[in-house]
Every structure is written in C-alpha cells, then in structure tokens.
C-alpha cells in the first residue's frame, strides 16, 4: 500500500456521507471520556453511553468529550446526531487518510490534524489522525486509539495553571492545537540533529550508511510536510475566521500558534535544503575518491609499466644483443630503471599528485 | 502523433464553432440514455431520437441525459439546438484534445475533464474525455465511448442510497465529478505503491530496469497532473461561482471535493519529487558501483605489476648478473615478491579499500 | 547577432517616435490590401496609395487593411496620420524585436505579436512580427513581408462559413490571433514529435546526436515559449478589457483563446521538462555506459595480470629453480593458470558483472 | 543539539503565558539601564529596581530602559506587570529560540529579532535575541546579555548629533532597528569577500578545503536568512501599520530600512547561489581532473603496453625463431618500437591529448 | 571587498541623514551644468556657484542641472537646502552602493539607478550610480564622474528632436531613463552574442576555457540583474503612481518604458538558463571525453594484456616444454595471436566501440 496516499480505495463507489471507517481497527472498544469545568468546578466522567454527553450542550460550564476509537459506527452516527453534524463532518472523521484541514460550519467549526508522538525509548514517530469538533461551549476530540499528547493540558485543567480554567472553549481547542505543534517542532528537532551528525560522517568519508540515513531522513520529511503545511494554513485560517466560536481574546494566542507554524515549516524546508546539500557532498565525495584511487593507479601504472618494457627488452633472446656481454651492463640496466622511477616521481610531484 | 498535446492541428483553419471531431472514432453508433428521478419515481429509458429528450426541460424531474459516442455529427448539433447550447460549447464537447476547464454560460454550466479508469487485470488506465453541462433541472454528459466510472453513481440512484434522490441536478454533477476524482486518487495510490517499490530495487541495485521505470513512472505523472491540475482549478472556481445553478447547500460538498484535489494534485508533485530524488540516488548508486570497479582493478593492478616486473628484471639475459648464481636466491625471490604483496595489501588495508 | 534580444541597438538614441525599421528589409514594395465586407457585400482591393484607404473608417462596413512590408518610413507615418495612431504605437510597429503586447489607446487597441508558420516540406519555423490595430471598424494588420496563416480566414470571409460575416470588427481580429495560436499549437506538436522520438534513441543508445538534439529543442522551446507566453498575457488582459472595442459577445470568443494559450504555455513548459529528463537520462546513460567499459577493462586486466605474473616467474634465469626441472611442471603451470582464471571468473560472477 | 530550531522542547508542555527562559544563561545579575532625554535634557541611570522606572511612563520625556540578563524571572514578570504587558509577550522576550516578528497589542508594539556582532579579531559572529516593546513614550530593550552593537546610536543621544534627541520614541526604536541592519549587512559583506575569495581558490585547483568552505559558507548564509528574512517581513509590516505609536514623520526612515532589508535579502540569496555555482565548478573541475589523470594514464598504457608485448615475442624460447638469428635483429627491433611509439604519440597528439 | 554589496560598512553606526560619501573619489572638482528650456529658447550654462542655479525653482521653463561627482559634501548638503530636500534623499544620492529605488516625497520625485556603459574598444562596461531628484519643473542629476550616455539627449533637446522641447520635464526624466534602460538593453545583446558564440565553443571541445567564460558571464548576468530587476520595479511604481509630477501624456511612454524593462529582465533570465544549459552541456562533454578515454585504454589493454600471457608462457624456462622444439611452432604461435587480437576487435565491433 502506498504510504503518502492510503485508504482512500475503500472508499471508491460509497456516497459522500455514507460512514466507512478508513484506517486500521486500533483498539477494541470505544472510550468516552468527559471533561467538564468552569473556574470554580471540575468533573471527570468515563460515559458509557455518549447520550449521556448531550445535555452538556446547554451547561454552561466548558465541556470536553474525548472519543478513542473509530470503527464503532454507530457511536459516530450517534454523536454526529447528538450534536448535530454535518454528514460531511461525519465522514471526515472516520477518513483518517484525509488532509488537515478547517471547516467553517453554522453551529461549530471541525478541525482535523495529525498528533505526532516521539517515543523516547524506540525512538518512534507515532501518528494518527485527530479530529475536533469546537461548539459553543463544547469541545469534541476524535482519537484513533488511547494514548495522546494532551496529558499536560489535562493536568493545567486540574492544577488550575494558567488561564485555562478562566477562559472558554475555544482556548482549550488552542491549548490542544498548541500542544500538537510543540510535538512537531519537538520532533523536528530530534530529526535535524541526527541529519546535522550524519554531515559530519560524511565529511569523515562517504558509506553507504550516510547515503541510505540521507533518504530516509527525505522521506521523514516528507512525511513531516505533508502534516504542518496543511497544518499552518487551517491556523491562519483560523486568526482570520470572522466566527463568534473564537473569541477576540484567544485571537493573540491563535497568532501566536501561527509564527510556531511558519517556523516548523521553515525548519523543515531547511533541512530538507541541508539534505539536498548533503547529497550533493556525499556525491563530490564520491567523486573525490574516485580521483584518488585513479592516481594511485595511475601512478603505479606509469612508473612500472615502462621499467617492465625496459626489463622485458633485455628478456630478449637476440643472438646479438650487444649490451648484455658488457661488464657492468646490470648495474647499468638498474641505474636506468631507477633513473626512469626518480623521473616519473617527479612528474607526479610536480602534478602534485603525491 | 505527440501524445500531450493531440489533435489540435485536425482544426487548423475551421471556424470556431465550426464541428469537427478530434479523436479516434471510438464507437459505431453512438447511445443516448436518459435517467430521470424524483424523490419517489425513477425511469431509465434508451434513447433513440435525441428531440425525444427536450421535453425533459420543462419537466420537474432531475434529467441525466448520457450520450455515448461523438462522432456523429448532427446529434451533436441537435443537442446543442434542443438544449440551447454556445457554439464554443458544442466544439468543446468534440475536442477532446480540451484541457479541462469550466465555462460559465447564461444558462448553463459547461466542464469538461478527464475520467481515467484503471483496468486491475491489465495494470492499464485508459483516459478518456468526459463533458458535463449543467442546466436548471438536467443534466448533459458526453462520452467518448460506452463504458465509465458512474456505477456506484447510477446504483445509489437505483438504491436510494444517501441524499442523491432527494437532491437537485447539481448534486448529482458533484456525485459524477466526485466519483471521478476518486478514481485519480485510485490510480495514484497504485503508480504510488509501484513507485516506493522501485526505491527498494535501486537501493539493492541500480539496474536498468529501474532506470526505465523511473523514465515511465515521471511520464504517467506529467499525464496525470496534465489532468487533475485543471481539475482542481475548476472545482476551486465552481466553489466560488455565484451561479443559481450550485445550490447552496451543495457548497459544502464541492468545498470536500475540493481538498480531495488538492490533496491529489500534491500527492502527485510528492511523487514526482521522489522520483526525482531516486534518480538521484540511482546516479549515486552507480558511482559508487564504479568506485568499487575501480578499486578492484588498482588492487590487481597495484600488487601484480609491481611482482611481474621483479620477476622481469631475472627474466633478463643479462652475462654478469650475480643474483642468479646464488643458490637460494629462487627462495628469497619468492620472499620478496610476498613481501611486496603484503606492503600493498597493509597499504590498501590503510586506505579502507578492503 | 544575439538571437534572442535583438535589433534594439540600432534604436540606441534616437527619440521615442522617432520612426527607425528594426529588422531586415524583407520585400521591395510593400502592398496594401483592403477587404471590405458586410453580411451582404464583400470587396477586395489592392490599394496603391494607403490615402485611398482612410474613408474606410466612415464606413459602416467591416473593412481589414493589411500592409505588408514595413521599411517605407513614409507609408507608414502617413498610415499613422491617417488613422490618429500614437507615436509609439508607430515606433512599436517598426520595431520588430519587440516583445508581444497590447496597448490601449483612445480611439484603438494595438497588439504586437510573433506570426510563426511550419513549412511541411523544409521543416522549419519561420517567424514575423504581426502588428494589428483594432479601430471602430476597421483593422489594420502591418506584416514584414507578403506570405501569412490567415488564408484560411480570407477563405471564411468569401465562403461566408462561420459567424464572421455577420460579426463585427473585433471577431475578426480574434479570427486572426486564433490563427496564430492554432499555429503555435500546431509547431509545439511538431516539436513534441521529435522530442519524444529523441527519448526512444536515447534508451537505444546515447548517441552526440541526441545530446546535440537535446540541445537544439531545448533552444526552439526557449524561443517559442519568448513569443507564447506574452501572447498569453495579452489574451488574457484582452478578456479583461473595459473597452467598447471588443463586444461583449466576442468575449467567450476571447476565453476560449485564453484557454488555448494556456495550453500552448503549459505544454512548452511540460516538453522543457521533458528535456531536461532527457538530459539526466543521457548522462545516466553514459555513466552506465562508463561504468560496462570498467567492467570489461577490469575483467581483463584481473584475469590475465595475475597469469602474466606467473608466467613471468618461470620465465625467470635463476640457476636453481627446481620447478623447471620436473616433469609434468608444464602441465601443472596450465593447470594454476586455469584455476586462477576460473577463480577470477567465479569471483566475477559473484559480483554479478557477467 | 539541533543547531537550527532550539531550545523549544523546554517549553513541551507549558502553558502560554508560562515564564521558562529558554537559552543559556549568559549573565549572573540583570542590569537595568535608564536613558532619558528631552531635546535639552538627558539623564542616564543604572536602576537597581524595576519598580524605580515604571514612572517614566507618565513623564513627556522619551525613556529607553535596557534590560541585560533574562534568567530572572520575577524581575521580567514585575516588568511585564508594570507596563501592561500581555502574557504572550513576556514568554516571547524570554523564549530566545524565537522567529523574529512584529505584534501589535492595544498599548504597544512589541518586536523580538536577532542581534548579530562581528567579532574583528576573532573573526566570529555572534547573535543574541533582541526584544523590544514600543509604548507611547518608552521604549524596553531586553537582551541576553550586556553587550550590544548600540553604542553608536548612544553616542548620538549624548553628542546630539542628528534627529534623534528632538524626535519621539519610535525614532529611537527605528535608530536601534537600523543599527541592527547594518550589522547584517556588513557582516554579509565579509562572508561575501571570503566567498569571492574562495572561488578563485577553486579555479586555482579544487582542493578538500575549499568543498568544506562551501559547505561552511552554505550553512552561515542558512543561519543568517533565518534571522534577515523575518526582519524584513516585520520591518514591512511596520511600514503598513496604521498605530499611531509610529508617526508619520518616522515613516520614510522605516521605508528606507525596508529597502536595507531587501537588498540584505537579496544579497544573501544571491551569495547562496554563487555558492551552487561553487559547487558546479568544483565538480566540473574534479571531473576535468578525472579526465586528466585517466589521460596520461592511457597514453602510458596504451604505449608500453604494445611495446612490452614486442619484446615478449622475442623472449619467448620457441627452438626455431628465425628473426634472432638475423644480425641487425636487435637495431631493426628497436626500430620497430620506436616507430610504434611514434605512431602512438602521433594517434595523441591528434586526439589533442598532449 | 565582496563586489556586491559594499560600502556599506563606511556607514555603521552614522545617523541615518549623516552625509556620508561611499564610494571611490572619482572626480576632482565637482561640474555643475544647467540646462534650460522652453519650446522656443534653450540655454546651457557651465554653473560655478550652486545658489545662481536655486531661482530655477520659479521659472516657467524646463530646467536640467547635472551634477558631476559626489564628494563635495558641502555642495550637497547646499544643494539639498536650496531645493528642500529630504535628509534620506541626500544621504541616498551618496550612498553609490544603493539598491536602486524611487521614493515620492511632497514636492519632488527621487530616483537612483545605475547607468551603464559599454566601451566597445575595450569591450569593458563602466557603471555607476545615477540619482534623479524630479520637481515641478526641474531634474537635479547626481552623477559619481563626468561622461554619460546622455549625449543623444542633449542633442535632440539642442536640435529640438522629437517631442522633447515641447514637453514637460517629466518627459525629459523619461527620456533619461529611456537612454539607460536601452543602454542596458545594447549591453544584454553584447553579452548575449558571446554566450551563445560560447556554445558553439563547447560543442566542438569542452575546454577550460569555456568554463571560465561560463562562470565569468554568470557572474555578469548577476551583475545586470542586480541593477535591473530594481529598475523594472520602479518604473512599475512609476507607472501607477498618482502624482501630479508625472502628467497624463508622459503616462504611455513610461508603460513602453516599462515593457522594456521587463524584456530586459527575461532575456537576463533566459541568459542565465542558457549558461546553465551550458555547464550541464559541458559536463556532459567532459563525461563523453571521459568515455572515450577509458574506451581506448580499454581497447588497447584487452587486446595487448591477452596477447602478452600468451608471449609470457612461452618465455618460460621449463625443461620440459614440447610446444617450442615443434618445426612451426612459432608461426602456429604467431597465427594464434592474430587471432585472438581479431576475436576481440570483432567483440568490441559488436559492442560499437569502433
């Protein structure tokens, strides 16, 4: 199956609107779980039954439903009519092939984006579609499967750090949005230090290794892009939405997001420019090594092909051959020999090619 | 013939508006079938007398008139008299050299594209040109030849299958045009997983075979993107009309279309970059084949030429040549040569070349 | 002479309106030809005196006033005169290495473009700058010399085929420029012919005659797409005009050329790509081709500098060499050199370059 | 670490607003500097509470207050506080791995890019992020550490030399962006000179020095894009500001910076493409050299190689050989070598090998 | 001194109105000349005192001062007073290292460019800057030394060529410009010429030389862009620039003006391309020559090496040796050399490599 562009086949033929679940079956049964806050309160559910979340559309406390978990199509359908979605909004959820992307509907606004997770230990990128859906006054989050990078956020909502617990809705879908960028830019730096080591390898001398690390290193990031550019346009998007669902006061922090975002692209075009120049190196290279391994043989080549010639002559078995009666002619015949050598040296030295 | 830019030279010199059919004459008699819905009845009928279709005009009833087959000449203009057509539009429909584009006309909207088919049996995609005009309650399509990508389309007619009945005509132009962008994807999910095979074939060895698929691979794209470029341009254009044409409750709709081309149109320049970067690398694979030829012949050379011009100088027929007389001297002959042997080899160990 | 920047030295200054020929004299004595048509009427004259020509611009008829020939300074400023053309516009007319473009004037629309033809028999381009000036009524169309692409044009006025007769003034100057493109289109396919044949030679075999080839199409692409693209741009700025000059049922007219030029660009840009393709093919080529004479070079020289080396040791004088001596030593020398021949020959096959 | 994107994984889980100093910590105790001026007055203190300086803020006179040392916290948290400060922008001023920018708050301008300092001695460039926020008549510099390129802009407020001391505070904030602009531009300047320098070099003969030059200066101009590309974004940005803490007076002087910016921009790209230049003609000559050695390695073999294979045939033992009983056999031999050699050197020569 | 972007650093740390001269001392004394005129008198005066010229200001008629070389501080400084100059447009006629650029102020236009000349003895081209300070009804020119391209100018204003005597000074300001732009123009086409003789350089034998020139003209090519590009800008400004200082019927000469610029800058472009095409061109001569090369020493060593074993077999001293006692064995020997060499000729016939 092609990597860049997976999943869409299955969905060949189905009318927009028809729900199909696009990716692997990640975990077994749903999760729901709700977070409900205002400055003075906090309560945290596990919901077995997702009806059970619908009177939260008329609190007036800010409210996150968090959904792990795709394939149980009638949750979807289910949540969709709860808090009214679009058809459309319902299939871009379950399409996790799809691009990130924002859109503006009556009631709310859906975002869908990629959450990247470096795993320390096995040194892993792990990646999966995240789906929002910011109402009023409600906030809900589509996971692929348990495990997120939201957890810091969670403990700011509990511990009452920052402004979060005093602020609306649609802050905690910036915080949200906020803490995925960080993982990009976290996890592009990760990648550009092992491409600025493997420079250095290949200035020590070019192996395969290097060539091998240098196309990987593309892919990845490639991979990278095709996640934050996306990303960066549904965020400016985003600061100039004329939407009552964000507030003039999350605005700042919305811009903020956005300079993350240009800087993550930037950052990736970088290295993706310090690769191209590490190929180019790694061929010079290449091509210097060449050069050195021609003049070794080229020197040996010429300083012993000539004393061979030389020594063959006197190989001959002329009848006559005047000089090999001579007293003295051996020594003579070496004198030339390393007469030729000395010569042929210092051609080369004067070549500087030694 | 050119392949990208085909047939225009047939119209060299005609009027505009004049008809002439460019393409190959892909069809004997050419088909006309008209599908009419509404939310409760639907009616399939084969056409023989296109004026049996006008009537269809007044009629409430969403229209899909289908013709199969351009080269008759004087059904093209009766349709185009019976549904009022531009002169501009009536040529349009018979090049089929056309890039893909909308017009927008008093009372209808002309597009023509591509629908590309792939064959799983064959590994073949055939192309061919499909034109759209949408009027206030019908719809026109015109085809090169029998045989297309609208059976999903048709069956969720048939079934009742989401929202298609109890929409208007418009909706049922999104439906074709969908289900055509859905095959580009289709087709570039299977040239992308054929492409990312290819990079593990280069990395093994870089054949000429590999070389050939890269040559292929980048003219199957500049095909591709020779059609779905346009495509994308005149969706975003569509998303954007202010026609009464495009309901407004068919926007969001053509909105989702529209990321699916872009997401198309960069799925195909990611491709293209990598197959790029794979010449790259086959280029980068053969040099490094040619330093490995290369080391192996100086390693030859430089250890056996030097031997064979030791053992030259006692070929020598030389009188007086003192070594010759000694009587181990064969022994430490041989000693020498290995000691040179193992100079080299230490010499070349140093270098990395072994 | 550059090719591509050219004849402007001999404007170096001289006053703006100053009226110089730019280009070489190309005919002896110009002719001025008028066509005079209305639904009903059609006239041809060949017109001694251009003053002759002036009450045209009363008349109510369509009137085409074609000039070939451009180096009588006097008919043209007495051309300017008669129909109130602006200096520059007279100094754009004469200056024949202008770049493509169209000015807006009070009372006229000027538009300079490049007129190319194919000539079938000879293979080449030829190529004249076309000044047109679009009046009320009339056009005036200023050649370098006598030869153009609009016979078939002259031939729909007389044979009153198409809309021309009936149309005004503006539709027959579109006629004329969509002659002009049809040719560019006509000249690209040609080119692209050739083009795509050059890559089948090249995966034969890569010959100087491809890389030269190569060379050539890359310079022919250059050229047209100098004369294309601001054709383009002048189409495009016509389609946007708020002028009366061009009726608003000529403006689908003007699209449809927009759409046309469009393809002209986008297809010279693919072809320019193409070869550059087809120069990185070459030279994978030619390294592929560098890399078997290696092989072979290898081959030889591993194989037989080793056996040399052993016949050179029993070539050898030594007194005492005990080999010599042995009976079968003859044949046991055959039969090293046979094994080491094989082993070199397995080792080779290892590497898989036999 | 990653040279290019620092510092942000420190913030992995903070909420905005959070004060973490990101960077070294380069100085032990912040100081505080006040310059005050009126067009008569001026008075410079080192302030050892913050709190001391907030009443400038109500005084007609402009006040500079510069911060050295951001490790601090309460002191940047008292400062924020003490002149309204969003909390976006105090973790701006403390976050130094920032893309430079430009935000406008109700009350400010806040403006954070780097500040780069030509070593002369010690040939280094060293950078540290600059912070400032414009207010009605104050102005905050926050640097890393004392030491800054704004000497020359003090010594104008002291000497009174220019405009400065009779124009408002957004003169001094545009003085101070200047200083900084400058400092890029003559450090691109010296860059520039060792990159014009180092292709002479390479035409001389492209060494191992002058490939790691190019890879050096590559990644120098990366750097400095990095900081000069957003300069100029924000500098623009300024120019199209309608605050009225910019006056209209200080507007051509913003525009003029503009201009600096561009040209820096340009210059920088301009340099970046000598470098691919460098690069080519490094490769080109490597391959000359290539060809070079491979040349005389071939005239040497393809001499000797013959002429050994002469001597051979008369070194072999056949019992009958005619030619070396003959008496000038040996003279005649030679002269067959000789005139082999000479027909080989002339082959050469017309090959223009020698 | 980096060539492109100097005497910058003279400048660090001045006030931005601080009058600086950067740039070579290229006059002695500094000319002031005075041109005035009307449509019916004209009057040339050699001014020694800047003041006699500041009553121009009042004066109905069209007046021209041309000011030869910039170190007069004084006389700038004077200058500026007497015609209300700004402080940045004074320091920017000094600044020669200007990006250049027009500025609008109240009461004048200003714009610096650089003005080119080509020597055609010593096929050298001179530049330097020129700065344009446009009034109401006079041109202030500031150039760095005596001796323009302005010579044409001059004599159509004294032989009142053209419309230049009946128009405003905005015209002459064009007429300026024109000169310097048509001068750029004629140095493209110098330039171009020898690149593209260039080619035909390379194809007959890619030498050193041809390299040098690819790189030298690159770096012209560079050099123009850097002053032109800057140039079609503002003209562009120009053009929409709503100003009573540029009249309405001066309006089409500047969009003539500004086609022309935009012809420059794509044939600099189009010559870059070239010289791209080039260097790829001349590499993959350099790869061919290489070819060639390794097919001689390869066709020399294949043949040869084989044929010297076989000498070197019968060159042993074996006792027991029955091939050399046989009658014809050394014909027998002879045939089977020459039929290993046309065995191997024939191979490498097969291979076309003869």
Redesign the interface.
Known sequence: ??????N??A????????LVFVGDRKVDNPTITLIEYTPDSLERTEVGNIRDVFPVKESPAVSWININGLHDMDLIRETGRGFDL???TME?ILNTGQ?P?L?E?DNYLFISCKMMKYDEEKRIVSSEQLALVLGENFLLTFQERPGDVF??VRE?IRKK????RTSTVDYLAY?LL??IV??Y??I???L??Q??DN?EQI?E?PG?DS??KI?NY?REL?YLR?SIRPAREFVLQMSRLESELIRSNTL??I??LQ?LC??AV??VD??R??LS?Q??????M??????E??????I???I??????I???????????????F????YV?WGVLVLVAALMLRFFKKK??L
């Open positions: 199956m092609a990597r860049f562009l997976k869409r086949s969905v060949l033929g189905k009318a927009p609107g028809d679009h058809p459309l871009d691009r992307k859109e509907y957890d810091p700011r750090k920052g402004r979060i915080s906020d803490t960080d993982n830019i976290y592009i730096e990760r550009g230090e491409i600025e420079e200035l001398g395969r060539l091998e196309n593309k490639i095709k700042p922090f811009k903020d300079d240009t800087q930037e950052t970088l290295y420019d310090m120049d190929l180019d190196l790694y061929n010079t290449v091509g210097n090594r060449l050069n391994i021609m003049k070794i043989l080229t040996f080549s010429a012993f092909i000539p004393l061979t010639f020594a063959g002559i006197y190989g001959t078995n002329f009848e006559y051959l005047p000089e090999l009666g007293r003295y002619a051996y015949f500087k090619w």
